[in-house]
C-alpha cells in the first residue's frame, strides 16, 4: 500500500520516477477520507494545496532540478506550527479561525527539503493535558497520547508517512508509544520553535513522527539549523541524526538504567517487557539508583511550565477564559500563584540538570527507559502520564521512542533511549544497534 | 601558507585534525595585521570573537560531535550584513556605529555551518557606485571593483578563503574578475536577504568569494535555503551547486555567446583573451545577436534600482543628505522622478527576460561572457562599469566569475558564465568542464 510506505522509501521511489508525488499524495488523501472519521487525527487536511504542491514537485524532478531530502513526501503538521495561509487554532476556541501570515520556520524547512504540507493534526488544548476527541489507530475507544495526538495517529494510521509534534513534557515520545511508531525528540535548541505556539520557552521542543529510525532522523535533520529567532537554538553546527545511522558502534554500547521514584507507575505488562529486554542486553546495562536532585526535576518542571504558560497565554486567558478547559484553569491559577523566587529557583535546578547529565554520558551511550506508563489508556481517561519523559525533556537530552512492545490487550507499548545533549547521532547508532541485537536474537 | 589554502583543504584538515581552527584564523589574523594597511579591505576584524568561535569548533571537534559544511573556517562578510554585537555601516557615515541586534539569516547560516565569523569587510557608499579606499591586492593603486571591495580584495590577499558580498548590478563578478577570483551569484531566491541592506527588492542578490569552484560552491550551498522573512526567496529545494561539480556533463556542453549593444567597451586584451577561449570552444560556442529586448534591460534596470533605492533608503536620505556623496545624490533625485508608470513598465521587462532565458536553456547549458571591461581601473577612476553584470542579475540568473586571463598590464581579467535559473548545478558542471578542458588545452 502507497500510504504505508515510509518516508525514506517514497523518497527514493519518486526520486527514481516509480511512483509520482501526486500519486503518493492521493493514496494519503484517500486513506484519510476512509479512515478519518472513526480516528479524528485531522483539523484540517489541506487536500488542494497539498495537490498542488505535490504537483510542482513532480514537475521539478521531470525539469531534472535538485531535489530535496523530502522531497515529494506528505506531512502533516500539529496544529500549533504555523503554514501560511491555514488557521492556526492550537486545540482551543480561543484561537478559532487565526490565520497564519507566514511560515513558521519548520514548515520553511520543511518546504525547502521539497515535502508537501498536508495539513494541520489534532493537539489537546494549548498542547497541554486536557484531551482533544482523537482515537488511537490501533483501537479508537483508547488515546493516541498527546499532546500531539493527531500527528502520531495520521502516522501510525496510514495517513502520511511523518509528521511533526512538540514536546513540553511528554508530547511526543508517549503518543508515539501509545501508537507503535517512531517517534524522536532532539536535543533542545536543534529545530527552531519560531513561529510555534509558546507555552513554555525553558521547556518547549520540537518532535517528530516516523516508521522508521531512518525516516524520523531524516525529518529531524531537515528540520535542524539555528535561528536566531528562538532564544534556545544553538548557533553551531547540529548533529545530523541520519550520520548516525549509517555508523557501526566503535565497541558494544553501556546502555544505564535509572531508578526513578516514579517507576512503580509502569504497568505489569510494559515492566514484563522492559525487563526482558533489559535481561537480553544483561551486562551491557548497569542499573543506577537516581539520585535526588533527578527526582527532583519532576516538581521543578512543573513549577516553571505552569509558570510560563500562565504568562505565554496571558492574552488568551484574560479574552477568552469562558472557553478554557477545567483542566486548563487551575494549572493556569497555580502557574500565577508561584513566586518569581521559586520560579527562579526551578530554573536553576533545570540549568543543573543538564550539567549533570553532560558528565553522565561519558560512562553510557544511552540512558534505557519507559516511553509512558504502559499501553495506551481509555480516551475517557485521559491522554496518560507524561511523567516518564519528564526528567529527559528538562534535561534538554534527545529521545527516541523504539515501539518494541506490545501490552495485555495487544496495543503497543514502546522504549526509550535517552543520549547526550547534541549527540544525537550517537544516540541512533545506539537506537539502531539495540534495535538489530533485539530482532537478531529473536 | 595556512592563509592561502582553500576552504575545502582547510575544512578537511581541521576534520582530521592536521591544523585547528585556532591556528588557521590566527594565520588568517597574521596576514591581515601585515598587509591589510596597504589594502584596506576590513571596515572591522573581529580578531576577539573569531578566535573564541575557533576555539568553540576546535572544542566541538574533539567532544566527537557533528562538524558543519565549513566546521572551523573563517568567513569576511560584506559591512551590509547583520552579524550581532557589529555594527553594519553599509559604508556611510549616515549609519555609522549602528549595531546590530540579531544575525541575519545568512550569519546564522555560516554559524550553523561550523563557519567562523571574521569581521566586515569594505563596502562601497550603500553598495552601489561611489568607491570605497580598498585596494586591489595585484596592486593597490587599482580598484578591486565594488561594491563588494573588501569581500573580494580579502579573499584574493590571503585574509580569509572565503568571503560574502552581493550582487544589484554587478557587484559580485566585477571584484571577482579583478581581483583573479572565483565570484559565484546563485540564482535569485536561493540565498535569503533577511536582515541584509535593501537597496533594491527586486534586484538585490548574495554573492560568494573563494578560491575554487568548490569553495564558492560549499558556501552557496551553506547559505541556501527558503526563508519566508524574504519576498524573493524560494519555497522549494535549493538547487546544490556541489553536486554539479561531482557530475560529469552527460554529453560535452553547449555555450551561447551574445552579440551586446555595449560589448563594443571591452578592453582589447581582454577582448583577445576571450576569443582565444571562444575558438579554444570552437563549435561547442554559438554566437548570438542579442534581441532587442534583452538589450533594452540595461535601461529597465538603471529605472527599477533608482526608483527603489530611492524609496528604500529613504529615512537616509532624508536625514543624512550631507553626507551622501555627490555620486549618489543625482541618482536619488532621478529614482524619485520616475513616475510609477514608468517603474511597472521596467518591472515586467524584468519579468519577461526571466521568460525569455527560461526558454533559452533549452538549447544551451550556458552563457560565455565578459565579467567586466578588462582590468581593473585606477582606484581614481571609480570601481568599474557593471553592465557586463546586468543583465544576467536582472535575468536573475546564475553567474560565475572564472579567474582565467591576465590583460596587458598583468593584471587578472575574468570570464564569466551564466546558466538557467535554478539549475546551478548544471552551470557548476558546465563550469568545471570548461576550466578542465582549458587546463588541458594548455
Request: net charge negative; glycine share 10%; hydrophobic share 40%.
Amino acid at each position: 500500500m502507497l500510504c504505508q510506505l515510509t518516508a525514506s522509501e517514497a523518497r527514493r521511489q519518486i526520486a527514481e520516477g516509480l511512483i509520482t508525488s501526486q500519486q503518493l499524495v492521493q493514496a494519503c488523501l484517500d486513506r484519510i477520507a476512509e479512515t478519518d472519521e472513526s480516528i479524528g487525527a485531522w483539523v484540517h487536511v489541506d487536500a488542494e494545496g497539498a495537490l498542488s504542491q505535490a504537483r510542482e514537485m513532480d514537475d521539478l524532478r521531470r525539469k531534472g532540478r535538485t531535489l530535496g531530502p523530502l522531497h515529494g513526501v506528505p506531512v502533516g503538521l500539529k496544529d500549533i506550527f504555523d503554514v501560511k495561509g491555514l488557521a492556526t487554532e492550537c486545540g482551543s476556541p480561543a484561537r478559532k479561525g487565526t490565520i497564519a501570515e507566514i511560515d513558521c520556520r519548520v514548515t520553511a524547512n520543511l518546504r525547502q527539503a521539497g515535502a508537501v504540507v498536508m495539513g494541520k493534526t489534532v493537539t489537546t488544548e494549548f498542547a497541554f493535558l486536557n484531551p482533544a476527541d482523537t482515537g488511537n489507530p490501533h483501537n479508537p475507544a483508547h488515546s493516541p497520547g498527546g499532546s500531539s495526538s493527531g500527528s502520531a495517529a495520521a502516522v501510525a494510521a496510514g495517513h502520511v508517512p511523518l509528521a511533526i509534534g512538540s514536546q513540553t513534557n511528554g508530547s511526543t515520545i508517549r503518543p508515539a508509544s501509545f501508537c507503535g511508531i517512531f517517534g524522536y525528540k532532539p536535543t533542545r535548541g536543534v529545530i527552531s520553535r519560531a513561529g510555534v505556539l509558546q507555552t513554555s520557552v525553558t521547556l518547549d521542543q520540537v518532535g517528530v513522527f516516523g516508521r522508521s529510525l531512518e525516516d524520523v532522523s531524516l525529518l529531524a535533520d531537515a528540520l535542524s539549523g539555528y535561528d536566531p529567532h528562538d532564544p534556545a537554538s544553538l548557533a553551531r553546527p547540529s548533529p545530523c541524526a541520519s550520520a548516525g545511522l549509517r555508523r557501526q558502534p566503535p565497541v558494544e554500547p553501556v546502555f544505564a538504567w535509572l531508578d526513578l521514584s516514579f517507576n512503580d507507575k509502569m504497568s505489569s505488562d510494559a515492566r514484563d517487557g522492559i525487563n526482558e529486554i533489559l535481561s537480553g542486553l544483561g551486562s551491557r546495562v548497569e542499573r543506577i539508583e537516581a539520585p535526588k536532585s533527578v527526582n527532583a526535576l519532576v516538581d521543578y518542571q512543573k513549577i516553571v511550565h505552569e509558570y510560563e504558560i500562565a504568562r505565554h497565554l496571558a492574552d488568551d486567558f484574560e479574552h477568552h477564559w469562558d472557553v478554557i478547559s477545567e483542566t486548563l484553569k487551575p494549572v493556569v491559577e497555580r502557574g500565577r500563584s508561584y513566586s518569581d523566587e521559586q520560579y527562579a529557583e526551578a530554573l536553576s535546578m533545570v540549568a543543573g540538570a543538564e550539567n549533570y547529565f553532560e558528565e553522565f554520558f561519558h560512562d553510557y551511550d544511552a540512558i534505557i527507559a519507559p516511553s509512558a506508563a504502559g499501553e495506551a489508556p481509555l480516551k475517557t481517561d485521559g491522554t496518560g502520564d507524561p511523567v516518564f519523559c519528564t526528567v529527559w525533556t528538562t534535561a534538554g537530552l534527545p529521545a527516541v521512542n523504539l515501539p518494541l512492545l506490545s501490552g495485555s490487550t495487544g496495543l503497543p507499548i514502546g522504549v526509550q533511549l535517552i543520549g547526550s545533549g547534541e549527540h544525537d547521532d550517537r544516540l541512533m547508532t545506539t537506537a539502531q544497534w539495540m534495535v538489530n541485537s533485539l530482532a537478531a536474537a529473536e
